[in-house]
Structures are given as C-alpha cells and as structure tokens.
C-alpha cells in the first residue's frame, strides 16, 4: 500500500511570491490535514478535511493561505503572498478518523519551504 | 484548547539502558493518545497509541502509560539501541465543542543513544 505522497518536497521562494503544496492521501483515507511544522516544533494544525469538507479550518491563517480538496481525495495548500516566516514543513497526512473515532493519522514527507 | 506538555527535550541514555519520555495534557475529555517517532528529515511515524480506555500498552521494546486522573502519559522504551536516536513526539487527541476533533503534539524529544 503507497504511503501519503507529497510534492514538492523542497521549496525555496522569494518572499511576497506564490507557492502551492500537492498532497495525495492513502487510498480509502476520507480524513486529510495539512500540519505545519517549524524547526524544532511539532507539527500543528492547519486545517482537516472529511472527504470534500473543509471541517477545521479555524488555525489556517485565512488572509494568505487557502486550500481545496476537490473530489475528496488529492489536495492543495496554498500561500500567497508568502512570508518570512512560512519558512517550515508543510506535511499532510490522512487517516480514516471521523469526529467519533479516533484512527492513526499518517503523515507524508513533507515539504519544506524557504522563503527568501 | 488542549496543551500538551512534553519532558525532557532532550535525552541521551547507552545503549541496552531504558528511556522514559513523559507528557501531560489539559483537556481531560482527549481519549487518545498516539507517540510518533521523527528521524532527521524524515515524517513522522506512528510508533504506538492508547485510547483512554486503557492504561498500558505495549509492543516488542515499547511501551506507553496513561494516567487519566493525573493526565499524563509516557512512553517507555527498553533496551534501547541506537537505531532509536530520533525526535519522538508525544499528541494528544481532544474533541471541541464544536465536534471538531483535534491532535496537539508536544514540543519533541531528542532522544541520543550512546553506543
């Protein structure tokens, strides 16, 4: 069974400039999330998805950053403009939880993000 | 929200001795506990979980410890060997009012093992 696949895995952009994020979940995995995570951190929250709905965006910081799930499986992050201080990991990871039942979650590689 | 607490950030035991990382979390409603081990550039990786309906758990040289009352849980590992170097990450996962469930990591980790 394929893990959670990320891409890119290395970003390096200059500040106020675009970047957009791909994660594709296991397969059969309806529960999705985009962490962030800075050096030396754990990862944290940004927004999870079940299936097509967005049903935690309340920590993505909603002025630069977006994100879509079309069809209820690949996802997008996207930032724009970014910032300085988006430089971190961006790992997406998938699970079959719901709001009732907890289930592992399994995080992809990650992409790592420099902005310059 | 949930607060999860992890101890020590750093640790480094020899090899063959035992390590112990412990964590503490806030909401008492949270009813999972996952420990997920990091290797330099790599993802996170499950290691072991436990629901809060049960106290100990464990696999091979791994175990994990919940305290519900006290609201800690730790994680222990056994015989240790150097291929368990990593940052180990302790969650905890809570349900909002809102029935939004959520996983609150700890700081991390550092474990060395001293050959």
């Known amino acids: 069974e394929a893990g959670v696949v990320q891409s890119p895995r290395y970003k390096i952009i200059e500040k106020k400039q675009p970047v957009a994020f791909w994660c594709n979940p296991i397969?059969?995995?309806?529960?999705l999330y985009w962490y962030r995570q800075n050096l030396g951190q754990g990862p944290e929250l940004l927004i999870r998805?079940?299936?097509?709905?967005?049903?935690?965006d309340s920590q993505l910081p909603k002025d630069r950053f977006s994100a879509e799930r079309l069809k209820g499986v690949d996802s997008t992050l996207k930032i724009q403009p970014a910032e300085l201080g988006d430089s971190a990991v961006y790992l997406c990871?998938?699970?079959?939880?719901?709001?009732?039942?907890?289930?592992?979650?399994?995080f992809g590689p990650g992409t790592r993000l420099t902005v310059t | 929200g949930e607060n999860v607490e992890q101890h020590p950030s750093t640790l480094s035991v020899q090899e063959g001795d035992s390590a112990v990382i412990k964590c503490t979390y806030s909401?008492?409603?949270?009813?999972?506990f996952p420990w997920y081990k990091q290797e330099l550039g790599k993802r996170p990786q499950l290691i072991i979980d436990?629901?809060?309906?049960?106290g100990e758990k464990k696999d091979q040289r791994i175990a994990v410890t919940l305290n519900k009352t006290a609201k800690h849980f730790s994680l222990h590992i056994t015989e240790t060997q150097p291929e368990d170097s990593a940052v180990y990450f302790c969650?905890?996962?809570?349900?909002?009012?809102?029935?939004?469930?959520?996983?609150?990591f700890g700081t991390g980790t550092r474990l060395t093992i001293i050959p």
């Open positions: 990871a998938s699970s079959l939880a719901s709001s009732a039942v907890a289930y592992e979650q399994y």
């Open positions: 397969s059969g995995h309806n529960t």
């Open positions: 998805y079940e299936n097509e709905e967005a049903v935690d």
């Open positions: 909401d008492s409603a949270s009813n999972y």
């Open positions: 436990i629901r809060s309906n049960v």
């Open positions: 969650a905890a996962r809570a349900i909002s009012n809102f029935g939004n469930e959520k996983l609150t």
